[in-house]
Each structure stands twice: as structure tokens, then as C-alpha cells.
């Protein structure tokens, strides 16, 4: 069972190859996913084919991904924006695939592993990896890649969580004070 990687993704190109992407997402008769859209694997699937293609081992079929368009100087733009989650890791070499097939094509990748402690963003080719630990509060309010982190994943917000747990346990467990001078141990049941 690997751990979850959390990601928030925003892709945006023609129309077309928007709406092909999304007509392979919605449609639950054929196996494939937004990674096959994104990068399609040489052949079958096969575990390190996939890890060394798409940067996870399996695609995204289960996602909150949404669709939209607009247009832009005379031509028709999408936009596919959501959540999903993959395994171990981003699947961010799925999306540089992607990125590199055309000029009109961006992307965005932003990715949260709290079980391994490391976060990052991809955003039009700009790759940022983080160990989660050593985010300030400052960079998680006050730089671009950090407060899009932050607000994709509420990692303040776990921190805050994780502080108030660990001081409850703190205090449901038995304290034990020790005198070596005088040979006295004395324990404090839990609360």
C-alpha cells in the first residue's frame, strides 16, 4: 500500500486537446487516466516503465478535476483544474511530457507527501521540491511557490493540528520524576 501523495493541478491549452484529455477522464469504460492523456506509456503498463514515465506507478482515474474554457485573442482556450492523489509521489514527469508537446500548452503541478514530510510545484517547467519540516511560516505566507502551497493544502493549518495532538498526548502519559541523590522516583498518573 503506498503512501498518498496529494496534488493540485491546473493544465490549460487548445480547446481540443483539453476537451481530449477530459473525454478520456469521463469516460469509465476504458482504463486509462489524466496521465495516459498527459504522457500515453510505450506499450503496456508495466511498474518501472510507469515510475520512470510519470514520475507515480499508477494513473489517475479517481479525481476532483473540473473543466473550463475561454477565449483568448480570437481562439478557444481550456482548462482542466482539480485535485487528485498518486502514489509515493507527483507525477510530475507525466506533466513536463505534456508541458513539452507544444508551445500553447501550460501547467502547474503542486504536490503534498506529509507522511514522507516533502512538498513542491511545478509550474510551466519550474520545478521546486521541499522537505515540509523546514518551511518557515514566512515562506508559507510570504513567497509565491509557499503561499500556493499553503493554500492548496492547508500545511499551516496540519501543523497547528499536529502541535495541539502532540501536546494532548504529551499530557495524557504518566510523568515520572526521578532523584538519583535520594533514590526517589515518584510518578504522576495520567490526566
Avoid at 503506498?2 to 491546473?10: E, F, V
Avoid at 469516460?27 to 516503465?49: C, H, I, M, Q, R
Avoid at 502514489?87 to 513536463?96: I, S
Avoid at 508537446?101 to 521540491?129: R, T, V
Wanted: glycine letters at 8%.
Amino acid at each position: 500500500m503506498p503512501n498518498w501523495c496529494s496534488n493540485h493541478i491546473r493544465i490549460e491549452g487548445p480547446k481540443e486537446e483539453i476537451d481530449r484529455i477530459w473525454n478520456i477522464l469521463e469516460d469509465d469504460k476504458v482504463d486509462e487516466g489524466l496521465l495516459t492523456a498527459l504522457a500515453p506509456l510505450d506499450g503496456e503498463w508495466d511498474y518501472n516503465s510507469a515510475i520512470d514515465h510519470w514520475g507515480t506507478k499508477w494513473d489517475v482515474k479517481e479525481h476532483g478535476i473540473t473543466q473550463e474554457e475561454y477565449e483568448y485573442q480570437g481562439s478557444v482556450r481550456g482548462v482542466l483544474e482539480g485535485y487528485f492523489e498518486s502514489a509515493w509521489g507527483p507525477p510530475t514527469d507525466a506533466v513536463e511530457k505534456w508541458l513539452h508537446k507544444s508551445d500553447e500548452h501550460e501547467a502547474e503541478i503542486l504536490w503534498y507527501e506529509p507522511a514522507n514530510d516533502f512538498c513542491g510545484a511545478l509550474q510551466n517547467g519550474d520545478f521546486n521540491q521541499f522537505d515540509c519540516s523546514a518551511l518557515t511560516d514566512e515562506f508559507l505566507t510570504q513567497d509565491d511557490v509557499g503561499e500556493a502551497l499553503n493554500e492548496a493544502f492547508g500545511i499551516q493549518e496540519d501543523r497547528a493540528m499536529w502541535r495541539e495532538e502532540e501536546e494532548e498526548e504529551a499530557l495524557r502519559e504518566p510523568l515520572t520524576l526521578e532523584d538519583p541523590e535520594e533514590g526517589l522516583v515518584i510518578t504522576k498518573g495520567t490526566l
